[in-house]
């Protein structure tokens, strides 16, 4: 199976429309117009320990992509490639859990999201990978007994206050339980960091209902509580976040999900589903203050509307800033001065023989070239 068919099975699987998988499967080479814009996604490389922070190439990538589409087919290719033991270098890996999976959660493709970072997890830190795969494998039996009786403990607090509900137990996935344990600084997983509870209703009201007979016959957890359908995240994700301690079912807390079904099929479908994503509403809300220009390599360099391809070039490095003799914007030679835009590939041409001058300060935008630029002249000209 080639590329664009095993991205078409993904992105079928999540639930998107005909043209996303006719678009996947003109991701190699098409130019159906959701492929094309996949593809400059793609052409944005994060590179671990660089000096690029994730967050730019997630913003970058945002910006290039221009359609939420988009950036759903760019993911799907990057898990198609990690599903292949030996498709995806390095780099490629690191980038799935640091810059893929938080842009799959960001556009509400939760399936998604928690399978690059399961398959990135095992590929990044075997040793941990396997040492979490162990215990959940071990705890299978008890795991499978704890949710039976939190979920028959809750169930007869909502029958007993006439509320009709779908409640489910949820295995957490690999690398979330991973996390959690590094952000407790714990030594080993117990059991009821394994799975949660998910209560699905007909409608918002419901959700509210549902929440108020849990920390009625449950004792809450304060801090633990998230309002996401009040305050829905940047993605459009909408759901009830609760943990609760259950004395008499478990005698440990369990965390808690109250969707109504909307919720519900939103969170697993995401940008697979809605026309919405269309549009850039969902951009950062000061992203017109910045652009996303690339090295021929793809690296991204944030910097603010009006930066030049000197900007760019102290931008990568002082050094190369000061060798700066020329460049080119997408294979043709501009002026040192010239505007760069979002999507830019940006070749810097350097001369051993180039040195910063007076007039350079007159051709970039940014306080980080001005600087350097007036560090290297003599002091009596800067």
């Keep these: 199976m080639d590329l664009g068919e095993s991205v078409a099975v993904i992105v079928e699987d999540l639930g998107a429309p005909p043209e996303c998988i006719a ?67 390095a780099a ?6 640091s810059v893929w999976a938080p842009l799959a959660a960001r556009f509400g493709l ?7 970072e399961d398959r990135a997890f095992k590929i990044v830190d075997r040793p941990a990978y396997d040492a979490v795969a ?56 117990v059991l009821h960091d394994l799975f949660g509870l998910r ?27 998230k309002d996401y359908v009040t305050r829905p995240k940047p993605s459009g994700y909408r759901s009830l976040h609760t943990c609760v301690h259950m004395a008499g079912a478990l005698d440990r807390s369990v965390e808690i999900q109250i969707r109504s079904r909307a919720m519900h099929a939103s969170a697993e479908h995401g940008a697979a589903s809605h026309r919405r994503y269309k549009n850039q509403d969902w951009l950062e809300p000061d992203a017109g203050r910045w652009l996303y220009a690339l090295t021929p390599r793809g690296e991204v360099r944030r910097l603010p509307v009006g930066a030049t391809p000197l900007d760019f070039a102290y931008a990568i490095h002082t050094e190369i800033g000061r060798r700066y003799m020329g460049a080119k914007v997408k294979g043709r030679m501009v002026s040192a001065d010239t505007e760069l835009h979002t999507g830019d590939v940006v070749e810097i041409l350097r001369s051993a023989r180039a040195r910063p001058s007076v007039g350079q300060l007159g051709r970039v935008r940014t306080a980080r070239a001005r600087n350097r630029i007036r560090a290297a002249l003599p002091t009596r000209t800067a």
Aim: aromatic share 4%; proline share 4%.
């Design 110 to 116: 939760g399936p998604l999201q928690r399978e690059l």
């Design 92 to 97: 490629e890996v690191r980038a799935a859990l």
């Design 23 to 89: 678009a996947a499967r003109a991701l190699d080479a098409g130019a159906d117009a959701l492929a094309v814009a996949a593809r400059r996604a793609l052409a944005v490389r994060w590179f671990p320990g660089g000096r690029v922070p994730a967050a730019h190439a997630i913003e970058a990538i945002v910006a290039i992509a221009g359609d939420g589409r988009a950036i759903m087919l760019a993911a799907a290719s990057v898990l198609a490639r990690l599903r292949v033991a030996d498709g995806a270098d």
């Design 199 to 225: 209560v699905i209703v007909d409608g918002e009201a419901e959700c509210y209902a549902v929440l108020g007979v849990i920390h009625a016959a449950f004792i809450a957890l304060p801090e633990r509580f």
């Design 134 to 189: 162990r215990f959940v494998a071990e705890r299978r039996e008890p795991r499978d007994g704890a949710v039976a009786a939190a979920r028959s403990a809750l169930l007869a607090a909502l029958e007993e206050a006439g509320l009709d509900a779908e409640v489910t137990g949820r295995a957490k996935h690999l690398f979330s339980i991973h996390q959690k344990l590094r952000a407790r600084g714990e030594h080993g997983p």
